[in-house]
């Protein structure tokens, strides 16, 4: 035997099962369902179909269906791109043009400074060889910021016999001519 | 600076998996259960599962850690659902009029003939369980879905709003309907069992 609710009341036995209508609603529902034989079966069986899909039971899957998921997992997170890289970086790296180059840019950078910093390495004293050590040391101060690299040749220069000279005419100012 | 910063990227991958790995750990059972009660079958339920696993993991870094994952994985299962659903039918509609019946009875057949092989508890739930799967299995799609969760996941109508990004009266609506063909198809089961 099938119920066959009204059509109204029909509609909302669902919700009105689940207390999900307005209170008005829940009220109207609730005196039809007095008087209507159909409506009330009806709802019955609708609780009794509710109460069938929850008591069922938990399925349970293949054995070796859960590992082969993981393994899964591990296989496909190797070619995923590390968290917080964004993507478009990640596929440039997939795709070779970062990575390599990037570590090449690095040793070519490397390489450019140090060229620089023997190029621009004084070999003697700055052309105008400073007269007294405070301004020589001031200057090696400047030109060691400037090329930070160069500095321990700087260094060599300055205990050097090259660096003799400069320090003579300190001797000089002291009055004692050699 | 180079390497530092590749390693740590690798480790946090590794850390990423493995988080996804125990989260997924942790709620095998709701999603096997949802997977299997959408698709009726274990074959394309675990199909269903290994796809929406992978979307997942692609994208776990925009899942809020924290948030629930066991409703965030049941999102994509279910959606994955309907969509590979909606698919099919377009292809179903073609072969309509063959009739399908008696093949899906061989299969039943077969899969019962192979239950001896299953420990005891599997084979009782099947015959348990029989007639409400077969009732589910004959909704269509998007009604299912809306059962499945509200009457076997536990979800509230808002929740299965969000979910499947349709208004709520939508919800209402499917679950009424689907419930309501249900109730035709289950009368007597469920009364026998549940009406006092
Ligand atoms: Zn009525």
Redesign the interface.
């Known amino acids: 035997m099938r119920f066959r609710p009204c059509d109204w009341v029909g509609e909302h036995l669902s919700a009105y099962l689940d207390e999900a209508l307005s209170g008005r609603e829940m009220r109207q529902v609730a005196a039809h369902l007095i008087t209507c034989h159909a409506c009330r079966g009806a709802l019955d069986d609708l609780r009794a179909t509710k109460q069938a899909l929850q008591g069922a039971e938990m399925p349970r899957p293949a054995p070796d269906f859960w590992p082969e998921v993981y393994a899964q997992v591990r296989q496909k997170s190797v070619s995923l791109p590390a968290p917080g890289i964004s993507r478009s970086t990640w596929r440039a790296q997939l795709a070779g043009v970062w990575t390599v180059p990037r570590a090449l840019a690095t040793a070519a950078a490397m390489a450019a400074m140090l060229l620089l910093s023997i190029l621009t390495r004084p070999t003697a004293p700055p052309a105008s060889a400073p007269d007294d050590l405070g301004e020589f040391i001031a200057q090696h101060a400047q030109h060691s910021t400037a090329y930070p690299l160069s500095d321990w040749s700087r260094m060599m220069f300055i205990g050097s016999e090259a660096n003799a000279p400069a320090t003579v005419p300190v001797a000089d100012e002291s009055g004692n001519a050699p | 600076m180079?390497p530092r910063r590749?390693e740590k990227?690798?480790r946090?991958?590794l850390?990423?998996?493995r988080l996804?790995?125990d989260l997924?750990?942790q709620h095998?059972?709701q999603i096997?259960?949802l997977a299997?009660?959408l698709t009726g079958n274990?074959d394309d339920?675990?199909d269903l599962?290994?796809d929406s696993?992978?979307d997942a993991?692609?994208s776990f870094?925009r899942f809020c850690i924290g948030s629930r994952f066991d409703r965030w994985m049941q999102r994509i299962i279910t959606n994955n659902f309907i969509d590979r659903h909606r698919a099919r039918s377009k292809v179903k509609v073609e072969s309509l009029d063959q009739p399908t019946g008696s093949e899906g009875e061989d299969e039943r057949t077969l899969e019962v003939a192979d239950v001896t092989t299953d420990p005891p508890q599997?084979l009782e739930?099947r015959a348990?369980?029989e007639p409400?799967?077969r009732a589910l299995d004959e909704l269509q799609a998007e009604y299912r879905a809306v059962?499945?969760l509200?009457?076997?996941e536990g979800y509230s109508?808002q929740e299965i709003a969000t979910m499947l990004r349709v208004p709520i009266g939508t919800v209402?609506?499917r679950?009424?309907r689907g419930?309501?063909i249900?109730?035709?198809k289950?009368?007597d089961?469920?009364?026998q069992?549940?009406?006092r």
């Open positions: 180079g590749s990227a690798s946090s991958a850390e990423r998996t996804f790995e997924l750990r095998e059972d096997y259960r299997y009660r274990r339920a675990q599962i290994q696993v992978i993991l692609v870094d599997i739930q348990l369980d409400v799967q059962v499945v509200s009457d076997i109508y209402r609506s679950l009424n419930r309501n249900l109730r035709e289950l009368a089961y469920a009364r069992r549940y009406r």
